[in-house]
């Protein structure tokens, strides 16, 4: 009997976000994944993968693995949403399991578990019934049987079910279910596992878990036995059970050994298991040899005339909101971050707090970023001693934005509000990766005269730049992909080194930077190039008139997405090391020099020696200092091995100094970071 029907997407495991609406247009439905064949132990899989495409959701991959197994009419499916360490945000999914079963042309019934008992759902294919939502489920499975009493059910994790839903039109039945929403902080994962199992011998069911399900069986009305179901070889006890309402005291009826060989059925007759009066429920536990309890379902008896109601006890607490529905998320306490806004309030992820305030006094910054990735601005200003000013730009038209960011629309309205923001004096203006097509001519003047006349500039990743403002950038682009579109010329690089005049990129670990991509660019022959990788030109700075100006060039979108524009690098290797730290590093070291701002005592190399740190350091200051050099030492998988405090004395002019930091480094590379 084949129940998955492939065609209008109503095939099994499909997977859809509740939040993202309509679901016709998911970022997962009907998409292909990357897969690759896996063994473990006694079972085969498949794996398979695809990462998000727009919004936040474009840093959240969805990772499955489907497991298959000898004698098992079971499918075992391991989920993982990744959040990627470059979203730098907590993203919140709403998982949701679309699945098409039903038999062809046959009428069929589902059942799954509820307070009043276990529900069922009848499906005529020729009077559909529509569809139908359930909250209120007792425990973590769904299923659904033939008129040849074949059937399957699915089984998954109780505590995180929202609700079970089931759509039927004549052209099939759905038996969908969705998670209530989940929070993932950046670089973590959300995992959670399902299961398919195939019966036959089952004439309906009132409970399934793993690779069990079992039903109470009747005879004119009344309760007879029990019909187990096994998709793999089992041994255990069955111990039947009668729990009176309100007492819930539970008193055992019978116990009976079982020994099922895969794909098998059995049955155990009840004699007489309820006495007297009173609301009753029949018990079912199936527990392995081991003791572990595999099974448990149960079904309502009364007898008599009586008022106390029943209801079946939910198989655990579930997480997070009860109040929770389809198209409406409810943040939990633990939600302090949502994936669209980007608030100047929300407290920075960076755990490192840089010197403030400047000797110089504070920068004023205004930063020009797309709104998808505009976060790594208020992760950098956190870093910083500035006063920001922020303006998003939106590359598909209209979007709506948060209040702080103060404005919202499309390019019209960003040039609007841009031009406002103009009207202000900057020391530096930062613009995070756009094509700068988007911005209207009034206000590419506008830019030109502010950094001709002085004020810095620095950007990541410029493109689309018109040939009037050509001058501010000391580099330009060599190609102009299309946002989607791979090109040869944007490769990997992972052999970083300074230039002839590393200028403000000094002591920096660039013989331990991960791999990531760079766009390709080409340094004008008045600029310095600071720092390589593999030979591409990695930080070019120059001037433009009066105006410092910088670019970046590493490539922050995916190589084969770059439509959104943001200040760090995509990385190439998954970085358990805080590895962003060090290009925020070299954004803030670009954003003082752009400013004329260089701090008045500047570290310019850390040298690695036998119980010491040898620190060159330069001082613009005409007297010597005392200062506090902080040390922290940690490994590539980012455990901290040591922290040292010292003291020292900075001379004027360059000075060279030993720090004593006895520690044993760990196998692999190991980081000094120093403040």
Known sequence: VEYANPAKDMGIFSDLLWQQLP?????????????????????????????????????????????????SSRIVADYEYENHPDAMENITICPWFHNGLAVKGQDCAMYLPAPEGVREIPHDPVRPVNESFHYDATAGWFGMVSPGSTGAFFSMAYPQLMAFYNWQGTSGNSMEWMLRSQTIPYGKSFKTSVSLCAFAGMPRLDGAKGALAGAFTRVNGELSGIKLYAAEGFS????????????????????????????????????????????????A?????????????????VRGDTAVPYAMPPESNRLGSDQERFGKLIKNASDTVDPYEYSAKIPSEGRTKWCKPYAGGTIKLLALAHMHVAREVIEISERMDVDLRTCTFFTVGKGPWNATWGHNGGHAEINAYFAKAMAEDYDVILIAAPDLK?????????????VRSGTGLVTTMPRQIPDSCKDLFPALPLIETSYKTADPAIRSVKTYAPGEDAGFATALPLAGLPEIHVYPYAP????????????????????AGKGRSAVLTWLVGQPTNTSFGGVNPHFLEDPAYPWHEYYYAMVIKAVRWAANREPAVALSAVEVRPGALRLSLSSSLKAAHRAKVE??????????????VR?????????????????????????????
């Open 236 to 283: 255990g006890t069955l111990t039947v059970s009668v729990r009176k309402h309100p007492a819930l005291l539970k008193m055992t009826a019978a116990t009976f050994d079982l020994a099922l060989a895969a794909g098998s059925t059995t049955t155990r007759g009840l004699a007489h298991p309820v006495q007297g009066d009173g609301t009753f429920a029949v018990v």
């Open 438 to 450: 988007y911005l209207a001519k009034e206000n590419i003047a506008l830019l030109a005269k502010k």
């Open 285 to 301: 536990t199936v527990r392995r040899a081991s003791g572990e309890e595999a099974l448990q379902f149960e079904v309502p008896v």
């Open 23 to 71: 679901f016709s247009s998911g970022d997962w439905l009907a998409e292909p994944y990357s897969h690759a064949l896996v063994r473990d132990r006694d079972r085969v899989g498949v794996r398979l993968q695809r990462t998000g495409s727009r919004g936040s959701l474009r840093w959240v991959t969805i990772h499955k693995t489907f497991w298959l197994r000898d004698d």
């Open 524 to 543: 004008k022959p008045d600029s310095n190039v600071l720092v390589t990788a593999d030979g591409a030109p990695l930080i070019v700075c120059g001037t």
């Open 647 to 675: 003291e020292t004395t900075v001379a004027p002019g360059s000075t060279t100094v030993d720090l004593k930091t006895a520690y044993a480094p760990m196998a692999g590379r190991n980081f000094a970071d120093v403040r």
């Open 631 to 644: 040390i922290v030492i940690r490994h590539e998988s980012g455990r901290q091995i040591a922290r040292f």
